[in-house]
């Protein structure tokens, strides 16, 4: 059997733009991805990942900017001569194809010899796990097993890239837990540069090298899982990545070694200065903390950046719980805490003291 | 009895009134054609398949059955290349008089029978090709086109976008996408668009009245001709076997092509 490795290609995106009508629907994204990189282009409907992604297949031809692939300029490249490799959300499995011709389809326009069509085809069909089903219309197929097919077709042909449109977002919960694993299977196994589109942020951190986080055309960061939950860059970020309480916007006060938060109608919040966030006495700032981040204060504890409040709601989720306090001159502040102890400890419309880490919080100039 | 099953029982004669109503004429004709005696009675007297044989064995019939079938196959296979080839063309790209061409092409189905066929009579004389196949055919392909045209590109319009996206993405030309993807999804469309023109010229009349002659007339003039000179129920015979016929053709098509897609009765 001859088997050429996969070659993993870098991408790179130079101001790309695309304009539908006077609608922007990608503002000038300039990207850099690594070979064999997993990168994901997150963000709400209508961001423009999709449409970003359109443009790399070929089936959008960008208003300006350019695609690169490998050094060459592809951007005016018809589709079918990209050697790009798509999973489509609808999967767009041929229905009058069964299975094995569906997977043989890109081998096929390759003009490869029948007996190598059938080895690699095989292979594919043994990776995916889809061993027995040649033969079957894909219309006979399980959610599972014609995502499974999708895939299969698009790796087979050994393309530069692998893109993938929402491919887990029609398969049920369970399922896509599942597909989740395989797919970061398969990105292991191939080293496929893939480039991911979702607007689900639990797949983008499980799943990703990197994430490009886009809202309304615009690139908003672009960092690691990690980075990304840690320091998000903005309040879109922020609020997209995960649970997170925003404070009120505060007047940023420096004494000496600490710094304070002066929240206006609720005193004084206090954390250890730190350098590194680089704002100046006085300046005005937004606060973002993550409910793991804030816990019921114990009795007659002592400590700083303790704030009274309301609670209003439970929310069990069985290993914690996540509770909301209406705190005054705050607003609503969820806390995160393990187990159901504090269903019991503080009912619905009990007072509530709760501890704020500040130190964790992320602090973002309030524009 | 409660006031829904008063309801129930009104909605039911209505819908039996309705079925009535539409199926009277044609039930009156098949009674007629088992009559035993020589005229159109009604109702029949008794029951008898002689008029059938008649039918079956008198020369103008047949010779008009088999006009019918050649003037038919021809203009339906031609309005199937040429009605296949504007569904395309309109599906796929936009152009100046796009709008146009389709006001054209659905044209016969707003302009009367009578003045097409009229058209195509003052037309043949023009070209000295009176009731000859070649006007029988033209006629009937322009008749039949909107049929042919609407079936296939409704085909067309039901294919998902993503498929033949998803068939440049893994590098066929568009050339491959036409003959691999598009063909082969559209090709029950195009079936069943050929069946419903088939039957369609295979029972026009009144155009056809028009552009046939003695030698060249099809079965639905040959029985106008007959029952103006003879009142039995031979014509009653014989329209029966046509409707026997167009059904069994119907239902076949509806089994292997889906003519309920085809008609765009549920697009998706």
């Not at chain 1, 399922?175 to 797919?183: D, F, T």
Request: hydrophobic share 50%.
């Amino acid at each position: 059997m001859t088997q050429t490795p996969i070659v993993p290609a870098a991408v790179e995106l130079v101001r790309v733009r695309k304009d539908f009508g006077s609608a922007v629907g990608v503002a000038d994204v300039s990207l850099k991805i690594e070979r064999g990189e997993f990168l994901t282009l997150l963000g709400p409907s209508g961001c423009g990942k999709s449409t970003l992604l359109g443009m790399i297949a070929g089936f959008l031809t960008p208003t300006a900017g350019k695609i690169v692939v490998d050094g060459d300029d592809i951007t005016g490249v018809e589709p079918y001569r990209r050697d790009i490799g798509m999973v489509f959300q609808s999967y767009a499995l041929f229905p009058h194809m069964n299975v094995f011709d569906n997977i043989a389809f890109g081998l096929r326009m390759r003009k490869m010899a029948k007996a190598e069509i059938v080895a690699e085809v095989r292979r594919a069909i043994e990776m995916m796990k889809l061993d027995g089903f040649e033969e079957r219309r894909v219309s006979q197929l399980s959610g599972g097993q014609q995502q499974r097919v999708a895939l299969a077709r698009a790796v087979v042909i050994r393309p530069k890239v692998l893109l993938l449109d929402e491919p887990l977002s029609a398969l049920d919960k369970n399922l896509r837990a599942q597909m989740q694993v395989e797919l970061s299977d398969l990105h292991r196994k191939t080293g496929l540069t893939t480039i991911f589109v979702t607007h689900d942020q639990g797949e983008a951190l499980s799943l990703s090298d990197r994430i490009v986080v886009m809202n309304r055309g615009e690139v908003q960061q672009v960092a690691t899982p990690i980075e990304l939950y840690r320091t998000p860059a903005n309040g879109f970020v922020a609020s997209f990545i995960g649970e997170i309480n925003a404070l009120p916007v505060a007047r940023y006060e420096i004494d000496g070694t600490d710094a304070a938060l002066a929240l206006p109608g609720a005193g004084r919040l206090v954390a250890p200065a730190r350098p590194d966030r680089g704002f100046a006495h006085g300046a005005q700032v937004r606060a973002f903390l993550r409910p793991e981040h804030v816990r019921p204060a114990l009795p007659d504890e002592t400590v700083a950046n303790v704030v009274r409040g309301v609670v209003t709601t439970h929310i069990y989720q069985g290993s914690h719980t996540i509770t909301r306090v209406e705190v005054e001159g705050i607003g609503l502040i969820e806390t995160r805490v393990t187990g159901a102890e504090i269903v019991g400890a503080y009912p619905i419309g009990a007072p509530i003291a709760l501890v704020l880490d500040i130190g964790q919080a992320v602090l973002l100039a309030a524009p | 009895m409660t006031s829904h099953r008063l309801r129930s029982l009104g909605f039911w004669s209505l819908v039996v009134a309705i079925l009535a109503y539409m199926t009277l004429p044609t039930l009156v004709v098949l009674m007629t054609s088992v009559n035993p005696t020589e005229i159109l009675a009604f109702p029949p007297e008794g029951i008898s398949f002689q008029w059938y044989e008649k039918a079956l064995t008198y020369p103008d019939f047949q010779r008009a059955f088999k006009n019918g079938l050649i003037v038919t196959s021809l203009a339906s296979t031609a309005a199937l290349i040429v009605g296949s080839t504007f569904a395309w063309l309109v599906h796929r790209y936009t152009f100046r008089g796009r709008g146009l061409l389709e006001a054209v092409l659905w044209s016969p189905l707003i302009i009367p029978h009578f003045t097409l066929g009229f058209g195509f009579l003052l037309l043949g004389g023009a070209f000295g090709l009176q009731q000859g196949y070649v006007m029988i055919v033209l006629a009937h392909m322009v008749l039949v086109m909107p049929f042919v045209t609407r079936a296939v590109y409704v085909s067309l319009a039901n294919i998902d976008p993503d498929l033949t996206r998803a068939a440049a993405n893994l590098g066929a030309s568009p050339f491959h996408v036409l003959t691999r993807i598009e063909l082969p999804l559209v090709l029950p469309g195009m079936a069943g668009g050929w069946l419903i023109a088939a039957v369609l010229s295979l029972t026009e009349f009144t155009a056809s009245l028009y552009v046939t002659g003695s030698r060249t007339q099809t079965l639905p003039v040959a029985m106008y001709n007959y029952i103006r000179e003879y009142a039995d129920p031979t014509v009653s015979a014989i329209s029966a076997l046509l409707i026997i016929a167009t059904t069994l053709i119907m239902f076949i098509a509806d089994r292997a092509f889906g003519l309920r897609r085809v008609l765009a009765i549920d697009t998706h």
